[in-house]
């Protein structure tokens, strides 16, 4: 059985094609790229069955599958938020056909066997590659490292206490070192809740404005800051999560020209929504770190255009309509993202021509597959996995409710007008999602 492409024009990181391409995949991979290719099919089935299958992509184009690097799914523990299939549902909607689950679960994912628990629910669901992050420390507590060669041995590619920060300097240089000699990515949560102190919103005119207690940007670039220096000492790698801030792309920008191995990520609300967003009250736009000022948007879209930040994260973190109805000190940080991300990108960086598309694409697929070490993914070629996602880069659509298949509704996108849709994701040569015909 094959899936035969057609007609389509591939954008890869480093180039976009100049013609249409047809791409053959069989038993998972591709097996071959050229300008036209034949495959006896049963009709023009464009969704998953028996025989072969043609999509005909005329007018599309072809990207290898996202990948998000930074995702909760909630389960186990929360799955009235959000579980491993709903949240895989949500994630081949939005084009991904990798994800990479967060540790604060309930339990913790800090021990074996809550990896292969969650590896195995997701070859159940069957519809994209989830990839759990281990914790750092036993607990997230902070006082004691996970056993890393365990979680490693399990199926873990990185740790992280994210939805914390690592505050023991001493625990995290020695989680760096360990996670070193055992090839494991280690991903900071960087924000110090010292200096937090309860805040809810940035600290700034508008925090001050609308009286709700400021979280002040120091609280994340001090810890961007002592990560790398910790990395430099070291010589090991460091991946900064969803940064937010101008002077937090300065110190990544500056570490780099240095030679040190940092990475970073932005998400899409920290380069399309400012604290202004938070005037209305509206309990979605409560999000940790907090939206900022326009001038660090801005410094995010460049950084992004520049490489400073490698990845584009959506940070996806449902939550049930009553926990966020508890007024906005009370409600938890964050909201959906898997099935905005792409075209917020597309509205927000490619449209105004501060990105392009083969950029956009190493944003979300090339760099984190890089980072993450899946050597057959992030790129459209022979031999690599068939995880591809074709999309309409033109289609208008409108957010709503109703839409989102995320068990989860807690968007501040609801009502916005994007550009750029997902016809097809494909993962592993199987088409697990299509979009509906209008």
Same mark, same amino acid.
């Given at each position: 059985? =094959?899936?035969?492409?057609?007609?389509?024009?591939?954008?890869?990181?480093?180039?976009?094609?100049?013609?249409?391409?047809?791409?053959?995949?069989?038993?998972?991979?591709? @097996?071959?790229?050229?300008?036209?290719?034949?495959?006896?099919?049963?009709?023009?089935?464009?969704?998953?069955?028996?025989?072969?299958?043609?999509?005909?992509?005329?007018?599309?184009?072809?990207?290898?599958?996202?990948?998000?690097?930074?995702?909760?799914?909630?389960?186990?523990?929360?799955?009235?938020?959000?579980?491993?299939?709903?949240?895989?549902?949500?994630?081949?909607?939005?084009?991904?056909?990798?994800?990479?689950?967060?540790?604060?679960?309930?339990?913790?994912?800090?021990?074996?066997?809550?990896?292969?628990?969650?590896?195995?629910?997701?070859?159940?669901?069957?519809?994209?590659?989830?990839?759990?992050?281990?914790?750092?420390?036993?607990?997230?507590?902070?006082?004691?490292?996970?056993?890393?060669?365990?979680?490693?041995?399990?199926?873990?590619?990185? *740790?992280?206490?994210?939805?914390?920060?690592?505050?023991?300097?001493?625990?995290?240089?020695?989680?760096?070192?360990?996670?070193?000699?055992?090839? *494991?990515?280690?991903?900071?949560?960087?924000?110090?809740?010292?200096?937090?102190?309860?805040?809810?919103?940035?600290?700034?005119?508008?925090?001050?404005?609308?009286?709700?207690?400021?979280?002040?940007?120091?609280?994340?670039?001090?810890?961007?800051?002592?990560?790398?220096?910790?990395?430099?000492? *070291?010589?090991?790698?460091?991946?900064?999560?969803?940064?937010?801030?101008?002077?937090?792309?300065?110190?990544?920008?500056?570490?780099?020209?240095?030679?040190?191995?940092?990475?970073?990520?932005?998400?899409?609300?920290?380069?399309?929504?400012?604290?202004?967003?938070?005037?209305?009250?509206?309990?979605?736009?409560?999000?940790?770190?907090?939206?900022?000022?326009?001038?660090?948007?801005?410094?995010?879209?460049?950084?992004?255009?520049?490489?400073?930040?490698?990845?584009?994260?959506?940070?996806?973190?449902?939550?049930?309509?009553?926990?966020?109805?508890? =007024?906005?000190?009370?409600?938890?940080? =964050?909201?959906?993202?898997?099935?905005?991300?792409?075209?917020?990108?597309?509205?927000?960086? @490619?449209?105004?021509?501060?990105?392009?598309?083969?950029?956009?694409?190493?944003?979300?697929?090339?760099?984190?597959?890089?980072?993450?070490?899946?050597?057959?993914?992030?790129?459209?070629?022979?031999?690599?996995?068939?995880?591809?996602?074709?999309?309409?880069?033109?289609?208008?659509?409108?957010?709503?409710?109703?839409?989102?298949?995320?068990?989860?509704?807690?968007?501040?996108?609801?009502?916005?007008?994007?550009?750029?849709?997902?016809?097809?994701?494909?993962?592993?040569?199987?088409?697990?999602?299509?979009?509906?015909?209008?």
């Amino acid at each position: 059985m =094959g899936l035969l492409i057609k007609n389509g024009i591939i954008v890869n990181a480093d180039q976009m094609s100049d013609k249409t391409q047809d791409i053959l995949c069989v038993d998972g991979k591709i @097996v071959q790229i050229t300008p036209s290719l034949t495959l006896p099919a049963r009709g023009r089935e464009t969704s998953a069955g028996e025989g072969n299958i043609v999509i005909d992509a005329k007018g599309k184009k072809v990207l290898p599958g996202l990948i998000d690097m930074h995702v909760h799914l909630r389960q186990p523990g929360r799955e009235d938020k959000e579980t491993i299939e709903t949240g895989s549902r949500a994630a081949v909607k939005g084009g991904f056909t990798s994800v990479f689950c967060m540790p604060n679960t309930n339990p913790v994912i800090d021990n074996a066997m809550v990896v292969e628990f969650i590896i195995r629910e997701a070859a159940r669901v069957g519809l994209c590659n989830v990839y759990p992050i281990g914790a750092i420390t036993k607990g997230q507590n902070d006082q004691e490292l996970t056993d890393m060669a365990e979680l490693k041995a399990a199926g873990c590619l990185a *740790l992280s206490d994210d939805g914390k920060s690592v505050l023991n300097s001493r625990l995290f240089r020695l989680a760096m070192e360990y996670a070193g000699m055992l090839g *494991l990515l280690i991903i900071e949560h960087c924000q110090d809740p010292l200096l937090t102190a309860g805040g809810v919103m940035n600290e700034g005119e508008v925090s001050t404005r609308i009286g709700l207690k400021g979280d002040p940007g120091i609280a994340e670039t001090v810890t961007v800051a002592r990560d790398i220096e910790i990395a430099h000492y *070291l010589d090991a790698r460091v991946h900064l999560a969803h940064m937010s801030l101008k002077r937090s792309m300065d110190l990544v920008r500056f570490a780099k020209s240095q030679g040190i191995k940092v990475t970073a990520e932005a998400c899409p609300h920290h380069f399309t929504l400012t604290d202004e967003a938070c005037a209305a009250f509206d309990v979605s736009t409560k999000v940790n770190p907090p939206l900022r000022c326009q001038e660090d948007v801005e410094a995010v879209k460049a950084a992004i255009a520049d490489g400073t930040i490698d990845c584009i994260v959506t940070d996806h973190a449902p939550h049930t309509k009553e926990d966020k109805e508890v =007024g906005f000190d009370g409600a938890p940080f =964050g909201l959906i993202g898997l099935e905005t991300s792409l075209g917020l990108t597309i509205k927000a960086l @490619v449209k105004p021509g501060i990105i392009d598309l083969p950029q956009m694409v190493d944003r979300m697929s090339a760099s984190p597959a890089r980072i993450m070490g899946l050597r057959n993914k992030g790129v459209i070629e022979q031999g690599f996995d068939a995880d591809i996602t074709i999309i309409d880069e033109n289609k208008e659509w409108t957010v709503t409710p109703e839409g989102f298949v995320s068990k989860s509704k807690n968007s501040p996108f609801i009502g916005w007008a994007l550009t750029g849709a997902v016809e097809h994701t494909i993962c592993g040569g199987k088409i697990v999602y299509q979009a509906p015909v209008a």
